[in-house]
């Protein structure tokens, strides 16, 4: 065994008689960009929405949900896909919450939530965590989008106004998932869930 | 006469700026400036309906596009409930949205059951939802 492998290694470590130098760091390097953008694709693929609502899971509720709301269809025709609001943008980040997916594959084989029922029950649990991660990322997936910099508050309803001066001028501690929250899909039962941040707006 | 060249040439192109950043009477058009108040207004064409009847439910001064108004969870009273923190300015719900039609009050949450568009309606110019507008979504069993 030991000798096996030492033969392996030494022809692992021998100088290539075959092909140049050149050849190979040009191969490795093709090969790399191969790989690369295969990994890509794929990971681009879980990023789109056809993939989010291949599971019956996520098309049923959230999905037929989000139909309705302001970010599937308005005036405008600009729209918010699941990734835009669920999957963060940069890479390490991104990287993370692909691994916390894997969860979700387990939750399909064990249909966690395959019915409306075990759906409704789990709802509050999973969009807690989804608060959790706005929360602390300052609710970077809205930012993308929007900015309070860019906002014209005059062109906003006066509550909307008034609400956004002060979060903007840092009178209150407030992101966005503080007073926004069910922007997408239907809220469970909220009694005991504070809708508005902290000490009042 | 080869060294004046770009003298020249140099003197032309400060002049050219110059002129650019000089005053000119109309550059304030292009300066943003306080813009009117755009928001989607309330219909005052129409008075609103208490006005005319004092035990009509007074009409809706604001959008409410996809408010959900389920047995989950009434957006309207995340305003207008009595936990809504005042700074909103919308005004909590009176008493009478509180009691049952004995005049009881209701059990704590009832009033989260409340259809507040049986009553009330919004009267808005332009985007005001119509009653059973799609946005609203489909009404839970």
Redesign the interface.
Known sequence: MRRWLSRYWHIFRSPSLHFSLGFLVLGGFISGIIFWGGFNTAMEYTNTESFCISCHEMQDNVY??LK???HY?NRSGVRATCSDCHVPHEWTNKMGRKMEASKEVWGKIFGTINTPEKFADKRLEMAEREWRRLKANDSLECRNCHEFEYM?F??????????HEKAFSGDIEATCIDCHK?IAH??????GVP??PDG?? | MMTLKPLACALLMTLTTMMAHAEDPARHLDQPG???????EEDRDHSRLPADNPLGAPTIP??I??H?M?R??N?CL??HGRE???????RPMPDSHYQDRDGESRRQ?AANRLPCTACHVPQMRGSGAPLGH?????R?P
């Open positions: 037929a949900e309705y709301t302001v269809h014209d005059s062109r906003q309803t006066p509550v909307a106004q008034r609400m069910g239907r809220l469970p039962d909220m009694s809708l508005w009042e707006p | 306080p813009t009117p108040m755009m928001g989607p604001h959008r596009t996809g959900q389920d989950q969870f957006r995340s305003c809504a923190p005042p700074q909103l300015g919308a949450g799609p946005a609203t979504g489909p839970e």
